[in-house]
């Protein structure tokens, strides 16, 4: 019996990719101020980075890339991706954005009113968070428990905490929640999925107070396909159907399409029926993003995605999508190294914090193991831990995160098993050597999502 899905497509145009010699890594690392983002991608071999932009287009995708209107205002390609998301939601007004954060900046400071807001999520992931804190309000965190145990099994550990979630909001008032968000797949928890069941029960709290809900719905297609999978009574539903169970849940819906709209470059706004709102955004998109007709995107990008959102929802390819990241989430637990499990839609969460655990939260150490896998064998992994997280935006202290994660993050239709295979082995090999791993310091770090940017060296 087949134990890992078999891919549903074949191969049709390839990219060289070279491994340059170890003592150049190690110079190139040292360049980069011991931050992988920094590093020329010529220098990496396999970039697990992100999967944000990064995956590879169908041949229907190329095909309607020329089909691309480059019209500023009124474009053809709007109008046809205006349709299926619509298809797609059920919401009355789409505009496109140029990728999600271009999405968040236009919608989040429309909703905070006054001052001394928050909104509420199962985890903000980081420019949902910066684009919080830039417009004034506070991002507060209410995942279930069971998501930091992440040797023990749990079916959807991306779930908001219920009971939590009321709290906060009595705490806080429902005057100053300026939206809850259903962050789906929840990705700061390790790319883990939010049950159906979940979502229903904060629909229920959201219009008790009502306060609007947001879907980050960036990987909406993996989640729907968890909830086939493993929640009763949608094993028979199609991933479609699923879908539009979800949006019919929430008001508004913010997308980095460059995941689950298989292209790379591109994201939504959605709003499901709130016109007040909608002129709101539209005013404010002219001068963030461009014309509400474009966004920020060519002709061509639009119509990439109208037929990428549609291809996301095929449940042969979620299938093979979720056991690559199954295989080599399988081949670090054979070994015995700590993983977020069970894995989720998008990528493998090693926990560096136990590999590590000399290393202090403030030294990163999930940075440290990050690095150390590009030395090792060109691979470009992120941290997802206390580095992302930030600093306080009111003490302005280091925020301790509650796992120090680095994130294997495998693009759509990219990598083979056999690279995969190749990852595995290099962190086997890093986790051998773990005892000689050394903390990091900042040498340079930009006050605003600072891990893109920042510079370090190690600590002696």
Known sequence: ????????????????????GKDERVKRLKEAGYNPFRLRSEDVYIDLLTDSGTGAMSHFQWAALMQGDESYAGSRSYYRLEKVVKDITGYNYILPAHQGRGAEQVVIPELVVHDNMCFISNIH??????????????????????CFEISKYHPFKGNFDLKKLEQIILEKEAKNIAGI???????????????????????VIAKKYGITLLIDGARYAENSFFIKKREAGYENKTIREIAKEVFDLADIFLMSAKKDGLVNIGGIIAIKDNFELFQKCQTNIVPKEGFPTYGGLAGRDMDAL????????????????????????????????????PTGGHAVFVDCGEIAPHIPFDQFPAQAVSNALYIEGGIRPVEIGSLLLGRDPDTRKNIKADKEFMRLTIPRRTYTMEHLRYVAECLISVYKNRKDLKGLEFTYESPILRHFTAEFKPVE
Do not use: W
Request: hydrophobic share 45%; proline share 6%.
């Open 306 to 341: 109208a037929v990428g959102l549609q291809e996301a929802l095929e449940e042969s390819y979620l299938a093979y999508r979720i056991d690559e990241v199954r295989y080599l989430g399988d081949l670090l637990r054979e070994a015995g190294i700590p993983i977020q499990y």
């Open 125 to 146: 992931f980081d420019t949902t968070r910066a684009h919080v804190e830039i417009a004034g309000a506070r991002a507060i965190d209410c995942v279930i428990p069971e």
């Open 181 to 203: 968000i259903m962050t789906i797949t929840n990705n700061s928890a390790g790319g883990q999925p939010v049950s159906m069941e979940n979502m229903r029960a904060v629909n």
């Open 1 to 20: 019996m087949q134990k890992y899905a078999l891919p549903p497509y074949k191969i049709k145009m390839v990219e060289p990719i070279s491994l340059i």
